[in-house]
């Protein structure tokens, strides 16, 4: 059994990766669909196993109430 510190924290903490100019890519969103636009910029981390680019589109999907054709776009994009 791992032996855990206060708060159940393991030993072995988590390894982040601190994004860099290096790992980090410029995104730029410019999309319009059936009269609705959405625009935005933002830097994307790729490396990161976290950031799912559907995962993030769905997100901003529903946030923004934008309509569902909009996740397809924004994913095509950032891919």
Known sequence: ????????FSKNPVKFRI??????VPIRLDIE???QRF???FTWN?????SEVVVFAKRTVKDL????????????SIQ
């Open 65 to 76: 109430k934008l309509p569902p054709a909009f996740v397809t776009q924004i994913v095509q």
């Open 1 to 8: 059994m791992k032996s855990q510190h206060l708060w159940g």
């Open 46 to 50: 790729p490396a990161d196993p976290d």
């Open 33 to 35: 669909i059936d009269g």
């Open 39 to 41: 625009r935005d910029a």
């Open 19 to 24: 994004p860099t100019s290096e790992n980090l």
